[in-house]
């Protein structure tokens, strides 16, 4: 019996002496390998941690910063009022029923003592947001974001009320406004601060192709659309979304090495579950937070890098990252799921087929026909084709019954710009839509829908 209970013994001991082998061998793994990266990106020149991204954040006096006039509007939130305009299931060139104007009238009437002054944000092309971040990063507040977000919102409804009523030059006023409030977002840390900038110009972008079903907005009015949404088109959020988002990575697993970061909440914002036995098995996260650490750098490190390759082989690339997720290491699972997001070839197919389209509407004013291929547009209405961020090639376009559609060959390649056209067999019809810009002849705007 005691011969048992020493060999049990022995056998506990030898057990724990090789759990604690294992554990100091990780460990060492870890330290190794997350000093081999910090020492890789410290050797790449570039600033890459947090206060050195911040510092190089220009500095706008309130008399030119657009964020300061977003900051002083007091709108009401336009998300609890009606009409929402994803809800509205009108074609572009159909007009608002009855019914559907009375409530944009009234919803438009919620804003109408601040609604002059927030669209004077179209003179103002310059802006960003002071943001006081968190030293664990995952608690800074950006009420900010949301307020672009909805003021943009407002905007868009009065676009498309001012179309409504023909009057084009308001509704490109207003559409410059959301633009410039998008724009204020555009050199953050914060990887959502880019895709809400890209979102409402998105919705910028089904704006300007409301107008346009509208009636003839005036050339003058569509070069100054145009060439704002250029601006916006040529400058690529792609970076400095993940350069931030690399750094904010960082400077919380700084904290977390340090004890100083709420893991109840650090799991709630990365959509993960807070369980009973979570205090128990967050003691030991230091045997797996240095993996996570250098697997995350290393994975933001890869993605910014994507954006340099020709766009056939970054989606092939994009693809073979989204998957190397599942092997990550379980906290580093958790926290890299945003990182491969497709928004942004998705909004850059939408901008350039709208300043296509731009461009095509502008050739149609002077040449009294539509364009038999886009190389008609240059140089005198576009500098350079918009190129498919799919395929590295121009965008296409082909004649409709009623008019033409600019379009890109989508993620898979298999878009033919036929979003209008057919019943979209997918949940996401939007998404069908985002890769298209659609014009309709002349005699086809302002279509009563049936």
Known sequence: MRRRVRRVIAGLVILALLTAIAYLYYRWRANHDLADVLAELDASGEPWRLA?????RPDLADDQNAAALILKARLPAPWKLKPPLDEIKLAPNEVLHPAEQIQFREFLDNFAENLPEVRGLADFPQGRFHVKIAPDVISTLIPHVQTVREIGAVLHHDVWWRAQQADFEGAARSCEAAINASRTLRDEVFLISHLVRLAVLRESTKAVERMLGQGQPPPEVLTALQKRLQEEADFDSWTP???GERAGMHQLFEHMAANKVDMRLLRGLAGGRNHWHDPFTDVFLNVTADQSHAWLLRQCTDVLAVRK????????RLKELH?????????????AAPICNPVFDRSDARLGCTLAGLATERFRRQHERWPKALDELTPEFLVKLPLDPYTGAPLQLRAAADGIVIFSAGP??????AGRDEPPATNDPQALLDHEFRFWNVDQRRRVAK
């Open 309 to 316: 390759l020709p766009p056939p082989e970054r989606h092939a």
């Open 52 to 56: 050195d991204l911040e510092a190089r």
């Open 323 to 335: 998957e190397r997720i599942d092997q990550a290491p379980p906290l580093a699972r958790t926290l």
């Open 241 to 243: 979304a993940m350069k």
């Open 412 to 417: 898979d390649g298999m878009l033919r710009g």
